[in-house]
């Protein structure tokens, strides 16, 4: 399995966006997770599709766009035009969840379903098909730097057990809380895109902080350092 790490954007210098996006890169970052909040899906809101294709002309490796937005169905194709490769929704926020990633991929981009703590596996069982990643969210969505939820481990276990079974190609992300010093634990229970913003973004060198999490991955799951 491949093992990539994600920083999210929502924890950088926004002053400074260009120059971190480039030192993020340079500190080996794998993708770029962007964070979309429209302050009714969830308390916050941060940026649209005018900022994510600014973001786009910045970077080099491939943007990771969760949308954590009513209705994401209605953005989609602006976020996909401004140059995300990955679009994550979440089934909380709309009826048509199948329509909304089958439209994700019809425009050629990865589809990705995102779910809650609260929100049980079979909330994807039937577009597990359909979609290119599930993204676990180990806090509840709105805000950088809160506290890794541990009854994520346990969902991202049984996902991937349910993947595995399935005989799908699944990527299964986990965002919310992931530090160097946990990060071994969420890939050991199934988890490959790993995303973190206070825990790389609030350090002081990135790639340290970003190597440090690839080989506390390796050694967790085994591989060679
Ligand atoms: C939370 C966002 C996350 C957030 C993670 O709603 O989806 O991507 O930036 O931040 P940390 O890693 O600081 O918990
Ligand atoms: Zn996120």
Redesign the pocket.
């Known amino acids: 399995m491949d093992y990539y790490i994600a920083p ?1 954007l ?2 950088a210098d926004f002053g400074r966006l260009a120059e971190e996006i480039r030192a993020i890169e340079e500190a080996g970052a794998d993708l770029l ?1 962007v ?1 979309v ?1 429209d302050g009714r899906f ?1 308390p916050n809101i941060t940026i649209g599709p005018f900022v994510v294709e600014a973001i786009r002309k910045c970077a080099t490796i491939p943007l990771d766009v ?1 949308l ?1 937005i009513v209705e994401p169905e209605r953005y989609i194709d602006a976020f996909s035009g401004a140059g995300a490769d990955i679009i994550t929704v979440h089934p909380e926020a709309t009826p048509h969840l199948q329509r909304a990633v089958a439209r994700v991929r019809e425009l050629g981009r990865k589809a990705g379903v995102a779910l809650n703590p609260g929100t049980s596996l079979s909330a994807v069982e039937w577009v597990l098909q359909d979609v290119d990643m599930v993204l676990i ?1 180990s ?1 509840n ?6 506290a890794f939820l541990p009854a994520s481990l346990a969902k991202i276990e049984l996902l991937r057990s349910q993947i595995r079974r399935a005989k799908l190609d699944v990527d299964i992300q986990v ?4 530090k160097a010093d946990n990060v071994g634990e969420v890939a050991a229970a199934g988890a490959n895109v790993i ?5 790389v973004f609030g350090t002081p060198d990135y790639k340290e902080t970003i190597g440090r999490m690839k080989r506390n991955i390796r050694s967790a799951v085994g591989l060679k350092a």
């Open positions: 999210s929502l924890s997770h964070d909040m969830v969760h954590m969210m806090v969505p709105g805000f950088g730097g809160q965002d919310g809380g992931i995303v973190s913003g206070s825990g």
